[in-house]
């Protein structure tokens, strides 16, 4: 079945170290998204990739990078500098053209 | 972007009808109303979108009012299983989509 993976479903770091999270999908879609989610709150955009290879910043993208090398991979990576990076990570893709947003089931990232 | 004003929670029986309001008074001609729900720890799932004319189904139904400024999401027979936030997002297709704080929905045995 088509769909958009994300592991690890839990992580759990130190505090200063640099965090890749990784988002799969399988759907052909061409735009990939990446959401922060505070407990009670909303989904605030972090980075999105609408092509191979280009990506641009969302709304709260400072800590944060992306690659976007391949169509089917938009791996996030939360560094250091980010300086509450305890959230819950939602990926999601998106066919150009198509109105709706496919989501991974998040991961649950924990400094310490 | 027009902005959403969503209640902040809502009951329901099991078994009955659940009435989710949204406001977007400042929607304009070609922005979609769209519907999501989260349920805990997990992604959000779509639901239903529309422009103007009403929309249903499998999920629920989503009436749009003439004058476009507010809409409600109807889930005609609420289970336990439809306790959720839900999210009531207007975009132009295409634009990239905003999650505000949403409805949390409790379904009550």
């Known amino acids: 079945d088509g769909g958009i993976t994300q592991s690890p479903k839990y992580l759990f770091r130190k505090e200063g170290q640099n965090v890749t999270l990784s988002c799969e999908q399988n759907?052909?879609?061409?735009?990939m998204y990446w959401y922060r989610q505070d407990p009670g709150q909303g989904l605030r955009l972090i980075y999105y990739?609408?092509?191979?290879?280009?990506?641009q910043k969302g709304d709260i993208a400072e800590g944060y990078s992306v690659s976007r090398e391949k169509k089917e991979s938009f791996p996030l990576t939360v560094t250091s500098a980010q300086k509450n990076p305890t959230a819950f990570y939602l990926c999601?893709?998106?066919?150009?053209?198509?109105?709706?947003?496919?989501f991974g089931s998040g991961t649950r990232l924990t400094v310490v | 972007d027009a902005k959403t004003t969503q209640p902040t929670s809502m009951d329901c029986a099991e078994g009955r009808a659940a009435n989710l309001p949204c406001n977007h008074s400042?929607?304009?001609?070609?922005?979609?109303v769209y519907w999501y729900r989260q349920i805990h720890s997990q992604g959000p799932q779509y639901i239903i979108h529309g422009l103007k004319n009403n929309e249903t189904n499998e999920m629920a139904s989503l009436i749009i009012t003439e004058d476009r400024k507010s809409s409600t999401l109807i889930l005609p027979h609420a289970t336990l299983r439809d306790t959720a936030v839900y999210y009531c997002i207007v975009k132009l297709d295409g634009q990239n989509f905003v999650f505000g704080p949403g409805t949390r929905l409790s379904v009550l045995p």
């Open positions: 400042t929607i304009s001609g070609n922005e979609y």
């Open positions: 759907l052909n879609h061409d735009a």
């Open positions: 999601a893709s998106r066919h150009g053209g198509a109105v709706g947003y496919t």
């Open positions: 990739s609408q092509i191979v290879n280009d990506f």
